[in-house]
Structure formats: C-alpha cells, structure tokens
C-alpha cells in the first residue's frame, strides 16, 4: 500500500481555446507515514496534483494507485467513495464549508454520509474534537458564531471524523495569525506522530516546512521539479535560491555566515545548534 | 503634527467591547504597524478610523479634524483603505474601469481621468495590465490595483488592513515593496494593520493590540526587546532577536539587529577581535 | 457551461463591436417588433438578409449561431407535432397509417421556427458583439428619461455591473465548495431523498455565508472610496453616437417600416 503517480496529466478546459496543462506526466511516491511538504508558485499545480488523491480531479492520461484503489485514465474508477474516505481533503480556507446549526452535527456529517449510524458519527465527532483539542462546550455552539482559527479546527475536524489514513491540507494555514499558525502545525505533527497518519501539506512557507515536515515535493510548471528529503532540501539556500523562494531565516543565517567565513557544519537541527556553532566559532575563532 | 490621534476609542459590536480605551498618535509621514492576533480588535480600528464604524466613545481626530458625522464625508477623503481580500475590493470589470471607480465618485471631470488612471497604474507597476479583468490577475496584481485605486484619490493617509494576509510570497513581496516606496517618498502617513514580521522591522514605529487594548509601541527594535510581554501576547520576534538572546545564553554578547545582515556583519567584528 | 453560447459575449474586434450599445440596443428592438409584423416570406426574407450582414461585419460565425439554438430543437419538434395534429387546413401531403399531414401544419410551424431563428440571430448579433459592462451603460442612458418617474436607472446599471463581475467567482466558488463537501462523502448524483436534501443544504448554506461576507467586503471597499447612492457622480465610459451608429439606427427604423408596409399590402 503505497501512493504512486506513474505519468499522470490533467488538463482543464481540453478542447476549448482556454485548453490549460496543469499536470503533465507527474511520476511520483509519496512515503507513507511521513509528513510531506508539497511547495511551488502559484499556478505550478499543487492543489491540481493533491485533488487527484480523492479522485476529485480524475487524469486525463496516466495511473494512479492510492492505497489500495487505482484510478486510470480512460476507465470509469470504482470505489472512488470509499477512496474519498481514506483520504481526508481538506480544502483551502475549510471553515467555508460549514453548515450545520451546531459544531457536533457538523463534524458527525462526513460519517453519516459514509454509512455509520447516527451514535457512531456522534460518537466519531466527538473524538475528532478531541484530536483538534475542542473542549466539550463547543459541541453546541453553531460554527458560525466561532473564531477563524476555531472554525478552521471544526473544518478539519469533519475531516478527521471520517478517520482516513491520508491527511491531505491545502495551505491550512492561510490567513492565519503566528500563533493560530503554530498550534496548526502542531496539531498536524502529533497526528502523524502519534496516530500515524500519512500528512501531505501544500504551503508556502519555508520555516513550516523546515520546522515539521520530513520531505518536499516541489511542483513547477505542472511537473515534480525535486523530490527530496528536507534535509538534503535545505543543506543550504541554492537550490532554493534557484527556484526563487525564500529559504527560512535559519539557513540564510548560516548561509551568510559561511560566506564570511565562519566555519558552521551543514545540516543544522535548530536555533539553539546555530547558536553553539556560531558561539564556537566566535569565541574560539 | 500628527495624521491620526486616537483618544481613549471604545467600540462594541454587541455588549461586550472590542476595543477598549485606546490611544495613539500617528505622525505625520511616518509608516506605522499594527499587530496582534486575530480577534484582538486591529482591524476593527482601521475600519474605525475609515470612517466605516462608528465608535462607542472617545474621539478619533484627522489632521486637527474631529471624526463625526459632520466631517465624515470630507475626512473620508483624505483616507485611502486597502482590505484583506484581493476579490471583494475589485469592483470594475477591468483594471482601468476600477482605478476608475473612485474618480468617478469623487466627480473627477471624465477627460481628466485617462492620464490619471495611467499615473497611478505605473506607480504601482500595473500599467501593462490596464484592460484585464480580474480573473486574469494574480493576487498581488489585484491587490497593486486595489492601492493605485486608492492612490488616484490622493489621500494623506493610507491604511492597509491585513492587505497581504491573502498572498502568495511572490504577491507578499510584491504589496511590501510598493509600501516601502510610499514610504520612502515621506507624503504620505501609513498605518498597516498585519502579521508579517518582516514588514514590522520595516516600520517606524509598532503598536502592539492584546484583547482590545495597547500592551506594547514604540520602535521596532525596541519592541522586540521586550520579550516577555510578547510572549504574553503569543507575538512573534523576528529570528535575529531570537538568535541573539540564544547567543547571550552562551556568553558572546551581541546587539540586537532587526536584519540577517547587520548581525552577520557585527558576528565578524565579534570574531575578528579574537 | 460550456455548451452554453447562448447571449454570451464573443471578444472580437469589428465594426459592430465598436458601435455604441445604445444604437445596437434601439436597433434591435426595431428589428425584434418587426418580426412580429406578418409581412410574409418576402419580409423574412429581407430581414434574413440584414441581419446576416451584420452578423458576418461582426465576425460571427453562423455555426456559432446554429449552435445557440440547440436548446430549441426539442421545441420546435413538439411545435411541429402538435400543429401536425391540429392543424388540418391546406394541401394534405402525406398519410402515415390514415394519418393525414397538412401542408399548413408544415408552413406554420415553418413560420414559426423562421421567426424564432431570426430572433435569436438579431439578440446574438447584440450579445455577442456588446461587452456586458457596455451594455450596462447603454441600459443605464436609455433608462434616464424614465427617472423623473422614479426609476432608479443608475443604481440598476450598478447593480447589474457587479453581478455581472462576481460571476465568474460565484462559480469558482460553488465548485470549491462542492468539492469540498464531496470531500466528505456528499454524492449529488444519488441517494435518499433525506440525504440528498442534506447535501443540497451543505453546499447552499456555505455559499450564502460566502456571498454575504462577500457583500459586506464589497459594501465597505465601495464606501471607502467614497461611493454614495444616489450622489452626483461622473462617468468614465462615455458613449458617444458616430454616424455609423446612426446608419444602423436609421437602416433598423427602415427595416420596421418597411415590414409595417408589406403586412398592410400584403
């Protein structure tokens, strides 16, 4: 059980004159059980690429195996509901999608339409506001009434009620403040650490991607242009420099730090490792 | 002389106030940042100094002018506000017909209005885009025209409220470099509302809003100091700040420096000395 | 949406596309009560003639057209039946199982698929050639004399204008927000009545939310730049009449006269 992309394309609008190649012949596999960054420009087809996972958006040529479904272009998919239960997507800016009067009945909708009962979905509901740390008393609050950051929990609560092994975010942390950002991120590290969750995470930020994520996926012009552990991504800034995004402060730091000389060891954990380097190297020169 | 003098502003939506007794003053000219965590009422402010809310108490006073319903209309004018969301403040169907849009309501006679749109579209870098519709635009495009809309009204005062939250980095850069330049040409006071913590170190002067209330300003690099009641208040520091109390920890005293730069720079003096 | 050409504006550049949309406006409803005069085949015939030149001076192309009846066909062939039954005046042409079909049945029906074709092709030919904002402003300037007896022409031509440009992102928001809900296992297609009324709510409710946090961003930008109904405000589009679009004025006016003539003389 695995998720591949083996020559997968996906065109909008084919046969029109707005005929637009989002994908073309993305080869890909993602590791399961790990948290992976999915980066690239605005328009490059990242959100085309992550709805193919739920078989939202079907390729137009090419194979896809999720888990244990393969979706292939040209034949009908089966199964595409179960798929879609498997594979949680939460969409960007989720907490559009709520609707029900209360926070509970909101959440328990994704298993109601997945077939459990009316107390199983409750019962579902109910842990998923746990891993999203809602207390009890938001189980009868409407969502409308919430804070952004809050209803952006219930939102990804309703994904997780339907308990997939596949969390998939797309920029879950847009038009959030630092803080609301952190907890954000946080919430997704224990999910894939603690319950072991495969978590796949489109951003544009660096020191999010730095900070939790195992691997990149870096998309440009409708095709995977690196693939790589984060390590090796920001060993140091050119390989970002040359895809023109702004590496996290920590690396240009050191980056900076080494042109002028300093002699600071490449593969960097955190603030308190550059500190040690550079007192080393300041002290003792 | 200051643009913007707030005294003891309250404002309720329901009950409960969410902004409570505060005070400042911009002055002119200068670029001044607003940060806080969402629900901590700074957007609320902006929208109280554009004239789009009406205040509970307190007084709100523009250019020597009080704030209230007599001098709304003309106090109006001199303010420029750029929103959140780069879609719901596009409101001509192209790029030309909503720099327009403003001139039109402010009965700029029509022969006038040509050479201004194609001024204010330059100074934003927009001026090759000036007959594309909105969805042929990046999100930073919007927004650029969203400024160059605001702009061609000729305000004093500009605010921005939360107006890159929405961007991509490329979008992010593309707002904060056109804010530096207004900057940097000294007519015009700016008051952003945001959570960027690169565009704070640019600033002059930061106000710091916890639930409603001022907990922190001043200057940025002064601000950053004070750690604990940011850490209070959940605020970010910038990485610099960060690295040089690590720094400290560890016996090299060093200053603290809003940029990579200056700190690379007296890390060097710091270690040539030896 | 895509087969839908119906009224959908086609960005080319021609004379017709440049023409003022008040003439091309006045000028179609010329033509379009002209048809309704019964001035027989000779009278199509000629309208027929006009109408193809403008629409070949604007660049349309007559498939194009074909195509925006499509939605009809199932009309006109209930029409053609339902007069095959009715109708049994004129020449009998044909018998299918002691069925008799009247050649009047044939013509009426002929009659009316003409005059249907012909006031497709006229709407088009303004449609396809008038930006929507363009026709907003010639909407707004022939709706003026009628203020003075309270019609808000201005305020109509604002708020069509910005329908017509929250349009496209309704759309893209309707199609997030169902995938979104498919996200979580909605399926529009099939289920029970109970479910599919749930699935219709989740996405009605969040598009509603959306609409109005929309209206009020939308209320604010528009107040901030100083926008006040009702207020004295200056145009930038201003339309301006050229002697071309008084040709169009003057051949539509004709054109109406013309076909009074012939159903009198008929």
Redesign the interface.
């Known amino acids: 059980m695995s998720i591949t992309f083996e020559k997968v394309s996906h065109i909008y ?1 084919d046969g ?1 004159p707005y005929r637009f190649v989002a994908l073309s012949d993305v080869d890909l596999d993602i590791i399961e059980g790990q948290m992976t960054a999915i980066v690239g ?2 328009g490059s087809g990242k959100s085309t690429l992550v ?1 193919h996972l ?1 078989g ?1 958006l079907l390729p137009a040529s090419g194979k896809i195996n999720v888990l244990d479904h393969v979706i292939e272009a040209g034949s009908h998919p089966k199964g595409l ?1 179960s798929l ?2 498997k594979v ?4 960007q800016f ?1 907490e ?4 029900e009067e209360t926070v509970l009945k909101d959440i328990a ?2 298993p109601k ?2 077939g459990f009962t009316e107390k199983e979905a409750i019962e579902k509901a109910r842990h998923a506001m746990k891993l999203v740390s809602l207390g009890k008393e938001f189980e009868e609050k409407s969502p ?1 009434e919430l ?3 809050q209803k952006r929990r219930v939102a990804i609560a ?2 997780l009620a ?1 308990d997939p092994q596949v969390l998939v975010l797309d920029e879950p942390t ?7 950002t952190i907890q954000m991120m946080e919430l997704f590290r224990e999910l894939n650490q603690k319950h072991h969750k495969t978590v796949l995470i489109v951003t ?1 930020d660096m020191e999010q991607v730095f900070n939790y994520c195992d691997r990149v996926i870096v998309m440009a012009k409708g095709s995977v242009h690196t693939h790589t552990t984060c390590e090796e991504f920001f060993r140091d800034s050119s390989l970002c420099n040359s895809l ?3 590496p996290p ?2 690396i ?2 050191k980056d ?2 080494k042109e ?3 002699t600071i060891k490449d593969e960097m954990e955190d ?2 490792e ?3 380097e ?2 080393r ?5 | 002389m200051n643009a913007i003098e707030v005294k003891d502003l309250c404002f309720a939506y329901d009950k409960e106030d969410v902004v409570k007794k505060v005070s400042f003053s911009v002055p002119k000219g200068t670029y001044c940042t607003v940060v806080g965590h969402n629900g901590s009422g700074k957007s609320t402010i902006a929208k109280l100094i554009a004239g789009l809310l009406e205040k509970r108490s307190g007084s709100i006073i523009i250019d020597g002018i009080e704030l209230n319903d007599q001098t709304i209309c003309k106090l109006r004018n001199k303010i420029g506000i750029v929103f959140q969301n780069p879609d719901n403040q596009f409101i001509g169907s192209t790029v030309r017909d909503d720099i327009a849009f403003g001139l039109e309501n402010h009965n700029v006679p029509q022969p006038e209005m040509d050479p201004i749109i194609e001024e204010f579209s330059k100074r934003v870098g927009m001026s090759e885009f000036l007959n594309n519709e909105p969805t042929r635009l990046s999100g930073g495009q919007k927004q650029r025209v969203a400024i160059a809309g605001v702009l061609a009204m000729h305000p004093d005062i500009l605010i921005f409220d939360e107006a890159t939250s929405m961007l991509d980095p490329q979008g992010k850069d593309e707002i904060k470099k056109v804010i530096m330049n207004l900057h940097k040409e000294k007519e015009l006071t700016i008051l952003s509302i945001t959570h960027d913590i690169d565009e704070v170190s640019k600033s002059d002067y930061v106000i710091a809003l916890n639930q409603g209330q001022i907990v922190l300003q001043g200057k940025p690099e002064e601000l950053f100091q004070n750690e604990e009641k940011l850490k209070e208040i959940q605020l970010d520091v910038p990485f610099t700040f960060k690295l040089t109390k690590e720094l400290k920890k560890l016996g090299v005293s060093i200053n603290n420096h809003l940029t990579i730069e200056g700190m690379v720079n007296e890390l060097c003096q710091l270690r040539s000395k030896k | 949406m895509g087969n839908f050409t119906l009224g959908r504006y086609i960005p080319l550049d021609s004379p017709i596309h440049r023409m003022d949309p008040r003439a091309k406006i006045m000028a179609m409803l010329f033509v379009l009560i002209a048809i309704f005069f019964p001035a027989g085949w000779i009278g199509y015939g000629i309208i027929f003639v006009a109408v193809s030149i403008v629409i070949l001076l604007g660049k349309l192309s007559f498939t194009y057209i074909l195509k925006s009846m499509k939605p009809m066909m199932f009309m006109m062939f209930f029409l053609l039946i339902m007069n095959c039954l009715v109708l049994k005046t004129g020449e009998p042409l044909f018998t299918i199982y002691s069925f008799t079909v009247y050649s009047d049945a044939v013509f009426q029906t002929l009659y009316i698929v003409v005059r249907l074709l012909l006031m497709i092709m006229i709407t088009t030919c303004l449609t396809a050639t008038t930006k929507p904002l363009d026709m907003t402003l010639g909407i707004e300037d022939l709706l003026k004399p009628f203020t003075k007896i309270g019609v808000p022409a201005h305020e109509i031509a604002m708020l069509i204008s910005i329908a017509l440009r929250f349009i496209p992102d309704l759309i893209d928001e309707t199609t997030r927000i169902i995938k979104a809900q498919e996200s979580r296992g909605v399926d529009l297609k099939e289920g029970k009545m109970k479910e599919r009324i749930m699935a219709i709510l989740s996405l009605i409710v969040p598009l509603f939310v959306s609409a109005f946090q929309r209206a009020e961003d939308l209320a604010n930008a528009m107040e901030a730049r100083g926008y006040a109904p009702g207020e004295e405000r200056t145009r930038y589009k201003v339309l301006k009449m050229e002697m071309r679009d008084w040709i169009l004025l003057f051949c539509a006016f004709l054109l109406l006269v013309g076909m009074i003539v012939l159903s009198r003389f008929k």
């Open positions: 609008s029109t420009q605005t709805q739920n939202l509901k879609r239960g949680g997507l939460v969409f989720p559009y999608q709520l609707f909708f994704g339409n997945f409308l804070s952004g950051g309703g994904i339907m847009a038009g959030l403040d630092p803080q609301g544009h023109a995004i702004l402060a920590l240009r730091m900076a730090l002028k000389g300093f603030i308190h550059l500190s040690k550079i007192a190297e300041v002290k003792h020169g």
